[in-house]
């Protein structure tokens, strides 16, 4: 038998939803500032390009499945799977039967993610190949210089062990470094693929996030980009850019102290996006039991 909703009156939702929007306004605001003078950010920017969540629906604050909010909710009439009944909001009821197999998949990819140990000693090689043996004009931040130069990149890749799971960092791998990795990650085999110590699969927790919204929390989705934000940085400050000049100091994974500061950090971001992974699941779990 299904719990039956609760409910959350507008002196709890309003404050709530304040909280939230102040919250996502000190990550949404330098971004829409940057856009709007056309500046590039090589950190932030994939946030916003890769995830394609947009400021304003991670801004829009909602309480998640089971929950029926009531007041003044005419606002939620324009959320995004919401039904608004007179003084109640809460997600459309017949939202979880078509987005069935969404609901399915996502779970099944999350809890095949936590089953397996993590892999860990990648460091961050997969951005060293998307740049490997990269000709004029072809990489991916321009704008950036490479830390080592094109010659000192190429090397330390072919001194390397590419081992790369993830299917969307694996994808953008330069032809010359594609068959240099171990494994030959593809979409239809990410459920069998995803391991718990790859940074992309612990940033993915916030791609999750979000297609799981309405079901999820605004404030679970928020989580989910904090953390990401944060993996993002060091998945830059291992890659083979320059960011000095953004104010991002390198970790030289070509190094034995680089290697060792980037294994630290890895499990340490695989232990909190393994929490938040958990919840998402307890999410899939509440909207189809």
């Known amino acids: 038998m299904r719990t039956p909703p609760a409910e959350l009156a507008e002196d709890d939702w309003r404050p709530a939803a304040q909280r939230h929007r102040t919250r996502v306004a000190a990550w949404t605001e330098p971004h829409l500032s940057r856009r709007s003078r056309g500046e590039r950010h090589p950190v932030e920017d994939f946030l916003w390009e890769y995830y394609s969540y947009s400021p304003a629906a991670l801004r829009t604050w909602h309480p998640g499945w089971g929950v029926v909010l009531t007041g003044d909710v005419a606002g939620f009439a324009g959320v995004r799977g919401f039904v608004v009944d007179g003084d109640r909001a809460r997600v459309d009821p017949s939202l979880p039967g078509r987005r069935a197999g969404q609901l399915r998949w996502i779970r099944d990819l999350l809890a095949a993610t936590e089953s397996r140990p993590a892999r860990l000693g990648c460091f961050g090689l997969h951005e060293w190949a998307m740049v ?91 989580d989910c980009f904090a953390l990401a934000r944060e993996i993002r940085v060091l998945d830059m400050r291992a890659s083979p850019y320059d960011l000095t000049g953004w104010g991002y100091s390198p970790v030289a994974i070509e190094t034995a102290s680089g290697k060792a500061e980037y294994i630290d950090a890895q499990r340490a971001f695989g232990e909190r996006a393994s929490a938040l992974r958990q919840r998402l699941i307890e999410v899939c779990d509440a909207v189809t039991g």
């Not at 081992?163 to 953008?172: G, L, M, N, Q, W």
């Not at 990795?181 to 940074?199: S, W």
């Not at 919204?213 to 404030?219: D, S, Y």
Request: aromatic share 8%; glycine share 6%; charged share 20%.
């Open 132 to 222: 490997y043996r990269s000709g004029p004009g072809q990489l991916r931040h321009a704008q950036v210089p490479l830390r080592l130069g094109p010659a000192g990149t190429d090397a330390v890749v072919e001194s390397h062990r590419i081992a790369c799971t993830h299917y969307d960092a694996y994808r953008f791998f330069t032809p010359d470094a594609a068959p240099l990795n171990t494994r030959r990650p593809t979409l239809e085999a990410r459920v069998a693929n995803e391991q718990p110590g790859c940074l992309h699969a612990q940033m993915d927790v916030y791609k999750w996030a979000h297609k799981l919204a309405p079901f999820a929390p605004a404030e679970l989705v928020a």
